[in-house]
């Protein structure tokens, strides 16, 4: 079955933590967290359209320049989502450089910040010398961007200051029937992509039927209704990816965590200490191996790959993987 997200990139665990994850059919590509990048592909980083920010200690910011470098003068927009205080971030990034001479470039940034109830939106362009403008906020209901393939979803947890952990969902997943599809002597092309699309937005999952009867495709110049074509379609349930980093090892954050990464088939998640330091955790506000494991565990979660490690460990990353596996496989 081929997959919609490919996740490309993500540093050793002594570095700083990002995951870059590719959405090939769409050409475009997600990024949670903002270490730093070296190595990584321009041509992959050139695509990031949104960017997952847990929150803005260095190790998780600094490759904002990187990617501000690269991005100057790209047409389409720039999203960067984070937690509280993020917009002031970005703000001082931009506001840390001059901008006298990029007033015909188009990169234009879109900043939201999730705090409460809250989703705040400013605009820097660079028409405007990236000049902040505040707009309209709106309410935060547990989701932080919704596209036609997928839903990010965000919970705000404490590392002392507010941080986000994030969710990626696939609601259902399609393929195409190839048989099917020369049976009825439909011809592959740029249609099914549209197909796809109309199937996401119109079929429900629950009562498995469509919403709308009336959606029409023009193929080799004959009328389809998306009811004709729905044999082609085969459904499978979408993939879930789960980013947890710098939580502080505490029951609250592990309460609020188990149903947000329930049954994810990937989770990313810290492990910085290892239990026998757990004092260091608790104030350091870190999760332990153990943590990391434990949680996984409980939420059912498929795959764990395990990311920022503190450099105390440089010699015995092993002990991390086992302590984090042995609880987890429990
Ligand atoms: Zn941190
Ligand atoms: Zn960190």
């Not at 935060?140 to 947890?157: H, R, V």
């Amino acid at each position: 079955m081929k997959q919609t997200f490919h996740i490309t990139a993500i540093n050793n665990p002594f570095d700083d933590p990002f995951l870059l994850i590719r959405i090939l059919r769409e050409k475009k590509a997600l990024l949670f967290d903002l270490g730093h990048m070296d190595g990584i592909e321009t041509g992959h980083l050139l695509k990031v359209s949104d960017i997952f920010v847990t929150h803005t200690h260095i190790d998780h910011f600094i490759g904002f320049d990187t990617m501000l470098r690269l991005l100057l003068r790209r047409d389409s927009p720039l999203r960067v989502f984070g937690p509280k205080g993020i917009i002031d971030c970005i703000e001082g990034k931009l506001k840390g450089y001059t901008w006298n001479l990029i007033r015909d470039y188009p990169l234009k940034i879109e900043a939201f910040e999730i705090s409460g109830d809250n989703i705040y939106h400013s605009s820097f362009h660079a028409q405007n010398s990236f000049q902040r403008i505040d707009n309209i906020l709106s309410e935060f209901n547990g989701i932080i961007l919704i596209d036609s393939l997928f839903k990010i979803e965000g919970l705000q947890l404490l590392h002392q200051i507010p941080v986000l952990a994030f969710c990626l969902n696939e609601e259902f997943h399609i393929n195409i029937n190839k048989e099917i599809l020369s049976e009825k002597g439909l011809p592959i092309g740029p249609w099914l992509s549209e197909f796809k699309k109309s199937v996401k937005k119109y079929y429900n999952l629950e009562t498995k039927q469509l919403e709308n009867q009336n959606k029409t495709f023009r193929i080799n110049d004959s009328l389809y209704s998306l009811t004709d074509l729905m044999p082609i379609a085969v459904i499978t349930k979408g993939q879930k990816i789960s980013y947890v980093m710098d939580v502080s090892p505490t029951e609250d954050n592990f309460e609020k965590l188990k149903p947000f990464i329930k049954n994810s088939d990937h989770l990313f998640c810290e492990a910085y200490f290892l239990e026998k330091d757990r004092q260091r955790a608790i104030e350091r506000h870190h999760l332990t191996a153990a943590d990391a494991g434990r949680l996984a565990r409980e939420a059912a979660v498929a795959n764990l790959t395990l990311m920022h490690f503190s450099p105390k460990y440089i010699n015995c990353p092993q002990d991390i993987y086992n302590e984090a596996m042995s609880a987890f496989k429990q």
